[in-house]
């Protein structure tokens, strides 16, 4: 396992976080030993503030239940929480949900402070001569930061749970993907044009398969280049990150200069693992938001189906925005040494809006919010994805069932193609839309008055 997806698996989990502040909670108990029996800090302070050994126990015996109820309060709320997301959005947010600071720190605080009470609770003795300052007012101080944390918890869980933040941190999450990615092949990129015809021919070249079925998850791309540099061969992904493979399917090709490969080393460079991650899979996001539109299709919320739809397409308008979509990588030699399988944009905008398309089981509502979302994306991505959002809303109107369209609706509709026709310059191709839509709500107004006749 990689050191970057050693560390996105340990974000993941519960575990970790909590651990840490359990190890602090330890030494801070330590530390709260050496001031009342070492030090013995209460010779220094006023009496009214301290405890003697049996009173302590007491005090420490309350705040222990108290402490374990509150975490027994916050683990149902968890618990809770984890289910809604699985069932009324997706399964996939549960990472994301797990994976949030606030959540990790929240179980942390909860685990630290039942130990350390746990801890002072062990070495306070009975005997009622006994002065005790630190123990008590740091008890009682972790106490009331319990409380406090649990209402934040509650406060957390809540506001994360509504519809635009789970969205839009989604959609955060996956683009922050794209920015790291980007940020780790720009120092491979350069403004250097490569005519396809020269590059060697496919027959030429030698196959690396895979040795175990499972999906791409990573590559060190950095490592990768410096090895065929070494190694002086041009190498070629014949998948994509995320891509799932069987054992035996082809993974990369290579062609050589001459010197001997060892497959092995390229294998080190890439992982394979059973689930799909978001490390460097940036489709990955785009079908988590999709999978919540779709769930919220069948929970009959078009809120939720509208929200998502708006952060899907601010996500494409990053993606087209990216001037990064050259999958051809050079050493610094600037020799090309590594041809990505990467998709276009086309590919992306598929992949976002066509599964919400297809579930929307003729929903003119959601059809007329998609229309509207990609004549606002032919607004801020280049030029050069116009013909690619025209070609989809006119698949989108094609393959509607325009006969069970309301009037209006169709109104609607036509008034967002239409402004996308012109943002796009296809107005031949709207008129042509135009036509057909209207004899199909023409013919079924016609059918309706018969039928009432």
Known sequence: MSKRQRKSELKSTLWFM??????GAVGLSAFTFYLDYVVDVG???????????????????ALVGGVLTLSAFTIN???VALTTFSGQFSSKMLVNFVSDRAT?????????SFIYVLLNFLYVTHEEEEYIVATPVLSILTAITAAVTFIYF???????????NISFNMNAKSKQVQHSLEKELKPYHMEKEIVVEDLPHESEGKVIKTRQSGYLQVADFSRLIKQAESDDILLRFDVRIGEFVLEGTPLLTYWESGKTVNPDTYYKSIEIGVKQTEIQDLEYGLIKLAEVAIKALGHNDPLTVTNTIHQ???LLKSIG???DFSPYLFDEEEKLRVILNRKDFRYY????????????????AVMTELLTMIKVLSKSVDEGYHNDLWEFARQTILGFDNDSMYENDCLYMLEQLSELAKQTGHEKDYLFLLEYMLKRVSSKSATEESASL
């Open 77 to 79: 709320s968890l618990l």
């Open 154 to 164: 509650i406060n957390h869980t809540t506001t994360w749970m509504q519809v635009h």
């Open 312 to 314: 899907i397409a601010d």
């Open 43 to 61: 010779l220094y302070l006023p009496p009214a503030i301290g405890f003697s050994g049996q009173t302590l126990q007491v005090l420490l015996s």
């Open 321 to 323: 925005q990216s001037t």
């Open 18 to 23: 909590p651990f840490w502040y359990i190890v």
């Open 349 to 364: 905008l598929h992949k976002g809006f066509a599964s919400i398309r297809e579930y929307a089981d003729q929903n003119s």
């Open 104 to 112: 990790q720190h929240v179980l942390g605080i909860f685990n630290g």
